[in-house]
């Protein structure tokens, strides 16, 4: 599917809906839009974009940077259109109580994007609130540095006691799956990264548990990591639907 029209005949830049697998419900689409090399002028892009969203641009020091946000923003404007039924131009983004960006006369359709690199991912649905996150996996990175601010004592362990192979790639999990579900839950968590606990040894999705009590029927929120971009890892995560809850509910009655 191609996220811009023929009004810039220099710029087409490629996107493609991930395949689910099983790992998010079917009314969530996870979209991946790659980011041109070498392109940095954002111009080509800022008729799309609102004029808040050329504001913000502006503030960004590097192009790249620049660049990398409008096109992320553009893609976004593209998809939200075809959600809601409205031209890009009319769209209004906006941001909830707690900063999460919500689209005006739309509240069902929930959204997130996240961009680094040369890679973006936007997620999107009309049933469920969603967060997604992706970083480079970058061994320059002083990951070590940075353990007590993304990592419990319990994670920590986890990655220092891996092989050295694999610590580095374990740590951007911990990162990506924590970004994207405090982005999924709007509020945040008060403890920040460290609030939340995961299992960075589980191939597969986890549903986010209180600290205190790790019944998941309490658990609202699911996330599954991607891995569909080398050198790149990502994260999705994604709300308990109303059914799901009210099915926990009847089998616990």
Not at 82 to 102: C, H, W
Not at 171 to 179: D, G, L, Q, S, V
Request: aromatic residues 8%.
């Amino acid at each position: 599917m191609k996220i811009f029209s023929e009004r810039s005949a220099t710029f087409k830049p490629a996107s493609s809906l991930l395949a689910a697998h099983g790992r998010w419900p079917n009314d969530l689409d996870v979209w991946h839009v790659d980011i041109p090399h070498g392109l940095t002028e954002w111009q080509s892009v800022e008729l799309y974009l609102s004029e808040n969203e050329r504001l913000r641009a502006t503030r960004f020091r590097r192009k790249e940077d620049r660049f990398r946000f409008a096109v992320t923003r553009a893609a976004l404007r593209a998809l939200l259109s075809i959600r809601a039924g409205e031209p890009e131009g009319a769209l209004r983004i906006s941001r909830g109580q707690y900063g999460k960006p919500i689209l005006d006369g739309h509240p069902q359709i929930s959204f997130n994007v996240t961009h680094a690199g040369q890679h973006a991912l936007i997620a999107v649905s009309d049933s469920r609130q969603v967060g997604v996150d992706v970083e480079v996996i970058d061994p320059s990175i002083h990951w070590l540095e940075l353990l007590d601010l993304v990592c419990t004592g319990v994670e920590q362990q986890m990655i220092i006691s891996s092989s050295k192979a694999s610590q580095l790639q374990m740590f951007f999990r911990c990162w990506t799956a924590k970004e994207a579900l405090l982005k999924a839950t709007g509020v945040g968590l008060t403890e920040g990264l460290c609030g939340i606990s995961l299992d960075l040894l589980s191939p597969g999705g986890q549903w986010l548990c209180d600290q205190s009590n790790d019944d998941k029927s309490t658990s609202l929120f699911q996330f599954h990591w991607l891995s569909e971009i080398p050198g790149y890892i990502g994260c999705v995560a994604f709300e308990k639907s109303a059914s799901q809850v009210n099915n926990d509910e009847a089998s616990d009655s």
